[in-house]
C-alpha cells in the first residue's frame, strides 16, 4: 500500500524523498473533454502533481445538493489524473479566493445575515460540515495509501490575511482526519510573519505562496515551519486580468529563473497557473481594494499552458528547469494551430423586454438581488414615478442601466462609485432599472456582500418603496429561441445599429469541430452562447477582445450563436478569429 507522509527534511512517497512538482489546474473552468490534454500536458512539462480548488457555491447552488456532473465531477477528474500517472492536491476551502465569483462561497450562505463566514460560528461550521462531507465522499477513497492519486489535502486558504480564528482551523482540521482523510494536511500564507502565524495550527504542514523573493520567502516560512519541506504551494508566475486593466504578462526567462531558485533550495513546488482556463458563465470574480475592479472571463493567466491549451514560451523554459531536478518525458505537446476565421452575420434580434424571462415578484421596499434568489447575471427593478428629480440609491452593485417607459436615460456604474442619476423634471411612467451583478467580490472584508440596488431608494429626497423586482433567467434558453425564431430571418429585419438590451441570434457551419476565438467587434457588452454554452461576458473596454469556445461545445454542420447585447453593436456581424487576443499589455 502506498505511503506519502512528511519527514524532517522532505515529502516521503514509500519512505523515499519526493519532490512535489505540482501545477495548478482547475476542473471547473476547463470544459471536461478537454481535461485529459490538460493533465497530460502538465506531465510533458515535467510535472508529477495537478492541484485544483474546489468550488463551493458550484457544487451546492442550493442548500442540501451537491452536484457532480459535467464539468463538477471532481471524481472523473481526480481519476484522469491518477491515469496519467500523476499525483493530486485538493484544496476544497471552503474558501477558495481563486479570483471565483464570491471566493467559491454559496450565495446561499452569505445571504444569511446570522451566519459568520470563515469563523468557529455555529451557523457557519453547520454549513461547512455538510459540504467537505460531501467532497470528502470523493476524495477519501482516492487518497494515495488507497491507490489514488490524492497526496496533499489543504485546510482553508490564505486564512491568515483574513482572521486568527485558531477553534475554526481546529475545527476543519478534526472534521478532516474524522471523515478519513489521512494525507498531510497543509495550509498556505503569503510569507509575511503576521500572515504565517495567524493563518494555521502547528500540526498542520505550512506552505507559502509567492512568485519571488525566493530566498527571503522560504527564510521567513521555514521560521514559522521549522521542520519538514518548504514548498511554495502557489508559485506565482502570471496574473489574473480584471475589464479595464491591462493584460497581465510576466517575463518567462524571470519566472524561470525563480523556478530555478525556488527548486536549488530543495524547495517543492506548485505553478500557480499552470492552466488557467476560462470563467465560464457568470463565475468570474471581483476585487475591491477601494475601488470595485471585475475579473474578465479569460482566466489564461499568462500561464505556461495558455487558455486554449497552447503551450507559451513559458512552459519550455518551465520544462528546462525542472529538467535539472527530475525527469522530463521526451514527448512534447504540438504548437498552437490557428483557428478558423469565418464570419457570423446574426439574421434575429429581439428586445429583452419582449422575452418572458424577467422572475418578478412584488416588494413594499427594495430587495436585495439574494432576497428573489439571484445573485448572479442579471437582475430588474421596476417602479412607478409621477415626476423627476435626483434618482439615489445606497449602492449598485455593480451597474446599472436606467430606462424610462423602454428609453435608457443614464448607467450607474459602481467602478465609477455612482449611485445617483438626475431625471428630467418631466420625467412620469415606468422606471425600470437592469443591474448587473458583475461578480462577487473574492477577497477580504467584502467576501459575500450583498449584490442587486442597496436601499434607500429615493427621488428628489422621498423614498421609492413599491417595487417589482427579480432574475432575468438565461440558464433557460428556450423562451430567447422561441421569441427570436418568430422574427424574420433577414439581415433587412435587424435594425442597426442595433440598440440594447437586445437578444440577436444566428448560425455557422463548421467542417468539424474545432476551438474557435470569437471576436465581436462594434459591439459593446453582453453575454455569448455557443449551442447553449454560456462563454461568458464581452466587453468593448478590454483588456480580452476574443472568447475562448472549447471544441467539444461545436460540432461538424449547423451551429447556433445567440449573443444578449446590454448596451448597442454598431453591426450584425461576429467573427471567429485566428488566434487570441487578450489585450495590451502595457498602458
Known sequence: MPTFSIGDTDFLLDGARHRVLAGALHYFRVHPDQWSDRIRKARLMGLNTIETYVPWNEHSPTRGEFQTSGRLDLARFLDLVHAEGMHAIVRPGPYICAEWHDGGLPSWLVADEGV???????????????????????????????????????????????GADKDYLRHLTRLTRERGIDVPLTTVDQPLEQMLERGSLDELHRTGSFGSRVGERLSTLRRHQPTGPLMCSEFWCGWFDSWGEIHHTTSAEESARELDELLAAGASVNVYMFHGGTNFGFTAGANDKGTYRPIATSYDYD????????????????????????????????????????????????????????????????????????????????????????????????????????????????????????????????LTVLVENLGGVNYGTRLGEAKGLIAPATLDGAPLTKWSAGSVVLDDLAPIRAVLAAGRPDISSVPMPLSGPVFASGTFTLDRATDLQLAL??????????????????????????????APV???????????????????????????????TEA
Not at 469563523?119 to 460531501?134: F, I, M, Q
Not at 504548437?335 to 434575429?348: H, K, S, T
Open 116 to 162: 459568520v463566514l470563515r469563523s468557529h460560528d455555529a451557523g457557519y461550521l453547520e454549513a461547512v460540515n455538510e459540504y467537505l462531507e460531501a467532497v470528502y465522499e470523493i476524495v477519501r477513497p482516492r487518497q494515495v495509501q488507497h491507490d489514488g492519486p490524492v497526496i496533499l489535502v489543504q485546510i482553508e486558504n490564505e486564512y491568515g490575511a483574513y
Open 303 to 430: 500561464a505556461p499552458l495558455a487558455e486554449d491549451g497552447t503551450p507559451t514560451e513559458k512552459f519550455w523554459r518551465f520544462r528546462e528547469v525542472i529538467a535539472k531536478y527530475a525527469p522530463v518525458p521526451d514527448e512534447v505537446p504540438a504548437a498552437r494551430a490557428d483557428a478558423p476565421a469565418l464570419e457570423v452575420r446574426l439574421d434575429r434580434s429581439a428586445s429583452l423586454w419582449s422575452v418572458p424571462i424577467v422572475a418578478a415578484h412584488a416588494f413594499e421596499h427594495l430587495p436585495t438581488a439574494a432576497e428573489f434568489g439571484s445573485t448572479r447575471g442579471f437582475t430588474c427593478y421596476s417602479t412607478r414615478i409621477e415626476h423627476g428629480g435626483l434618482l439615489s440609491f445606497g449602492h449598485v452593485r455593480d451597474r446599472a442601466l436606467v430606462y424610462l417607459d423602454g428609453a435608457l436615460v443614464g448607467t450607474l456604474d459602481r467602478e465609477l462609485h455612482e449611485r445617483m442619476l438626475p431625471l428630467p423634471e418631466d420625467a412620469r411612467g415606468e
Open 554 to 584: 461545436v460540432r461538424a454542420g449547423e451551429n447556433e450563436l445567440i449573443v444578449f447585447e446590454t448596451l448597442g453593436a454598431a453591426s450584425a456581424t461576429v467573427r471567429f478569429v485566428e488566434r487570441p487576443e487578450l489585450g495590451q
Open 521 to 550: 467587434p462594434g459591439w459593446s457588452k453582453g453575454v455569448v452562447w455557443v449551442n447553449g454554452t454560456n462563454l461568458g461576458r464581452y466587453w468593448n473596454r478590454g483588456p480580452q477582445l476574443t472568447l475562448f469556445v472549447p
